[in-house]
Every structure is written in structure tokens, then in C-alpha cells.
């Protein structure tokens, strides 16, 4: 199964301020038609997870672009800039390229 | 607008088993793969497999494979998960998704005696 590796584990950070998430997986997610089929999520306490990345680099229908995917093969990342308080919660990555598709496992951000 | 509403929550006893339902609206589930994604108390997320309702074909994570059966009805637009010989392991928020993009609200499932 291909290991999604996130970093940090949680982040502190200030309204109004940037961050960036790391996503590193076990091989290249590249898949056969071309495509690297890497997203990322966004989940609030008690909703289910809202997409906001997909394909490496492609922002979902309403995500505002403070939000930014950015990476190829194994390497990941997502940047959030001009953090705002609806942006906390845990940040997921995923990968849909290779059976069984894996998450990684979370990244929390909390106000500093 | 495409949704995803899934069945309420579910108790049920070690050993037993239940049914899970998430029924789409706006969009023709044959057109696209149902997955299905689960999330331990207090833990991440984990997938546990997928179906293609246009033929019935799935693919499963090797953990789930002896523990989920997943089905859809595309006439009601619906796909189901059956959860058997349900363990006090079970007990999670189930999530639909049809493909990446648009979740269902989630169902809790307790296992408890």
C-alpha cells in the first residue's frame, strides 16, 4: 500500500498568517493515463471532509485561492495563505492512483 | 446540485450486521465510482473501498475485504455498504463519496452489546 507521509502533525498559526503542509508518499503518484490523482481535504469537527485540491494543483468550485496545491511524483504541498478562522480544523492529503487509496494521516491547524 | 444523503445512525451487537445506505441526488451514480471511508473515534480517515455501480465491480482494501459488501441499486440511485460480524473495532463514522469530490454527512455506526 503506498504510505502517505504529512507534515507537521499540528500547526499554530496566526490569523492573517501563512502555512504550508507537507505530503510525501511511499511512490510516485503518477499514474499510467498521465494524471497524478493527489488531493487535499479539509475537515471540520463533526462535518465530513470537504475537497479542497485536486490533481496536485486544482482548486475545488468555492475554495477561495489562499488556498494553493503544489508538488509532482512523491512530494506535496499544500500552502494556505492569509489564514482566516474557517481554515482551522484537520487537513488531510490523499492519493486515488494506487489500489487501495490511502490518506495521510491529518495535519491539525490551531490558532496561535 | 449533487448530494449525498446517507442512512441514520446504527447500533448494533457484536456479531450482527448492518446495512448501510447513501442515496445520490443530482448526478447518475453510473457514471462514476461510490467509495467508502471510515473514521475511528477520534482517529483519521481510511478507505475502505469502491464500487463501479455501471457493473457492479469493486475493489476493497485487504482489512475490509472479509468485513464489507459493497452494492448499488442504479435504478434508486443508491449505494449500500453491509458491515458483517460487526466488533467492538467497528464502531466508526462511515462516509460515502462519490468519487473524490462530493461526501456524504456520514452515519455513525456503535458496536455494543
Known amino acids: 500500500d503506498v504510505v502517505m507521509t504529512q507534515t507537521p502533525v499540528s500547526l499554530s498559526v496566526s490569523l492573517g498568517g501563512q502555512t504550508s503542509i507537507s505530503c510525501r508518499s511511499s511512490?510516485?503518484?503518477?499514474?499510467?493515463?498521465?494524471?497524478?490523482?493527489l488531493y487535499w481535504y479539509l475537515q471540520k469537527p463533526g462535518q465530513s471532509p470537504q475537497l479542497l485540491i485536486y490533481?496536485?494543483?486544482n482548486r475545488f468550485s468555492g475554495v477561495p485561492d489562499r488556498f494553493s496545491g503544489s508538488g509532482s511524483g512523491t512530494d506535496f504541498t499544500l500552502k494556505i495563505s492569509r489564514v482566516e478562522p474557517e481554515d482551522l480544523g484537520v487537513y488531510y492529503c490523499y492519493q486515488g492512483t494506487h489500489y487501495p487509496y490511502t490518506f495521510g494521516a491529518g495535519t491539525k491547524l490551531e490558532l496561535k | 446540485e449533487v448530494q449525498l444523503q446517507q442512512s441514520g445512525a446504527e447500533l448494533g451487537k457484536p456479531g450482527t450486521s448492518v446495512k448501510l445506505s447513501c442515496k445520490v441526488s443530482?448526478?447518475?451514480?453510473?457514471?462514476?465510482?461510490m467509495h467508502w471511508v471510515n473514521q475511528r473515534p477520534g482517529k483519521g480517515l481510511e478507505w475502505i473501498g469502491r464500487i463501479d455501480p455501471a457493473n457492479g465491480n469493486t475493489i476493497y482494501a485487504e482489512k475490509f475485504k472479509s468485513k464489507a459488501t459493497l452494492t448499488a441499486d442504479t435504478s434508486s440511485n443508491t449505494a449500500y455498504m453491509q458491515l458483517s460480524q460487526l466488533k467492538s473495532d467497528d464502531t466508526a463514522i462511515y462516509f460515502c463519496?462519490?468519487?473524490?469530490?462530493?461526501w456524504g454527512q456520514g452515519v455513525m455506526v456503535t458496536v455494543s452489546s
Open positions: 490533481k496536485v494543483s
Open positions: 511512490q510516485s503518484l503518477v499514474h499510467s493515463d498521465g494524471n497524478t490523482y
Open positions: 443530482g448526478y447518475n451514480i453510473r457514471n462514476t465510482y
Open positions: 463519496a462519490m468519487g473524490p469530490l462530493y
